[in-house]
């Protein structure tokens, strides 16, 4: 995650009146709780450990974490999933999408708003089966449906990327179509600028006149941020514009929360 902070409790929280959104991104546990006003009003990220028997002690020490929220959905960065027309869809046989899938492994389904898209994406059983032990979730995504929840209803040209961790997920849509989603794993700033370029020119997207828009971890002081900027004319942050942060800490910004905040639009 870097040195991106983004702990912070603004005030006692009724959970019945709010909803809890996780992320679950590699060894990565994130949440933030928003009101029914949308106002993100605390959020905390833990590290865990699959491996363990007990992947999520730390995470059961804090008291936010509880499972009688108004509503709760878990969201699922995996590095394996696959976008399927209806008619693919409907012909089953999912195992055979994957390459890793393991006996251990559930594949899970969302459909895209307003779309005949379905992703599949294998999750750990045991890890499924602790978290609906710890939350009770009332939802459960992949993050390509939280990425499209964003863009919905829009049938304007979009290009949104997102960072989480070492994570690079690139989406576009134009005309209310999926032109293309992927992630690409980096590890440095070069990497980054590579695997960007490879979905935005796939995507056709006009360095100097097309928008992207960009969230996640990392800020305008970042070296991904400033090596990247120079190849796009109209870089933006995201803009959630129903979204208060009830933070006091000028470091935290909107952006590094989009995920949070989209997957809380999916359920609202």
Same mark, same amino acid.
């Given at each position: 995650?870097? $040195?991106?902070?983004?702990? /912070?409790?603004?005030?006692?929280?009724?959970?019945?009146?709010?909803?809890?959104?996780? !992320?679950?991104?590699?060894?990565?546990? &994130?949440?933030?709780?928003? +009101?029914?006003?949308?106002?993100? @009003?605390?959020?905390?990220?833990?590290?865990?450990?699959?491996?363990?028997?007990?992947?999520?002690?730390?995470?059961?020490?804090?008291?936010?974490?509880?499972?009688?929220?108004?509503?709760?959905?878990? &969201? *699922?960065?995996?590095?394996?999933?696959?976008?399927?027309?209806? !008619? +693919?869809?409907?012909?089953? +046989?999912?195992?055979?999408?994957?390459?890793?899938?393991?006996?251990?492994?559930?594949?899970?389904?969302?459909?895209?708003?307003?779309?005949? &898209?379905?992703?599949?994406?294998?999750?750990?059983?045991?890890?499924?089966? !602790?978290?609906?032990? %710890?939350?009770?979730?009332?939802?459960?995504?992949?993050?390509?449906? &939280?990425?499209? $929840?964003?863009?919905?209803?829009?049938?304007?040209?979009?290009? %949104?990327?997102? @960072?989480?961790?070492?994570?690079?997920?690139?989406?576009?849509?134009?005309?209310?179509?999926?032109?293309? *989603?992927?992630?690409?794993?980096?590890?440095?700033?070069?990497?980054?600028?590579?695997?960007?370029?490879?979905?935005?020119?796939?995507?056709?997207?006009?360095?100097?006149?097309?928008? %992207?828009?960009?969230?996640?971890?990392?800020?305008?002081?970042?070296?991904?941020?400033?090596?990247?900027?120079?190849?796009?004319?109209?870089?933006?942050?995201?803009?959630?514009? /129903?979204?208060?942060?009830?933070?006091?800490?000028?470091?935290?910004?909107?952006?590094?929360?989009?995920?949070?905040?989209?997957?809380? !639009?999916?359920?609202?």
């Amino acid at each position: 995650m870097g $040195q991106i902070n983004l702990t /912070f409790t603004s005030k006692n929280i009724d959970p019945k009146d709010h909803i809890l959104s996780v !992320l679950i991104a590699a060894d990565s546990f &994130v949440y933030g709780i928003l +009101d029914k006003q949308r106002n993100l @009003v605390a959020a905390g990220d833990h590290v865990i450990d699959m491996v363990s028997d007990n992947p999520f002690q730390n995470v059961k020490s804090d008291s936010n974490i509880r499972s009688d929220y108004f509503k709760t959905v878990i &969201v *699922y960065s995996t590095t394996e999933f696959a976008h399927l027309s209806e !008619l +693919d869809f409907g012909g089953g +046989d999912f195992e055979a999408y994957f390459n890793t899938t393991s006996i251990g492994d559930e594949i899970l389904s969302d459909k895209f708003t307003d779309s005949g &898209v379905h992703v599949i994406y294998p999750v750990s059983s045991s890890m499924k089966t !602790l978290l609906n032990e %710890l939350l009770e979730p009332s939802y459960e995504l992949h993050i390509s449906t &939280v990425m499209r $929840q964003y863009i919905y209803p829009s049938q304007a040209k979009k290009n %949104l990327a997102l @960072v989480i961790n070492d994570r690079l997920h690139f989406m576009a849509y134009n005309g209310g179509s999926l032109t293309m *989603y992927n992630a690409y794993t980096f590890r440095t700033k070069e990497d980054f600028l590579y695997y960007l370029q490879l979905a935005t020119d796939f995507a056709d997207l006009n360095s100097e006149k097309d928008a %992207l828009e960009i969230g996640g971890w990392l800020g305008v002081d970042s070296g991904i941020y400033k090596f990247i900027s120079p190849y796009y004319r109209h870089l933006n942050w995201v803009t959630l514009p /129903f979204m208060s942060l009830r933070s006091t800490d000028q470091s935290h910004l909107k952006h590094h929360y989009f995920a949070l905040y989209a997957s809380a !639009l999916c359920v609202s």
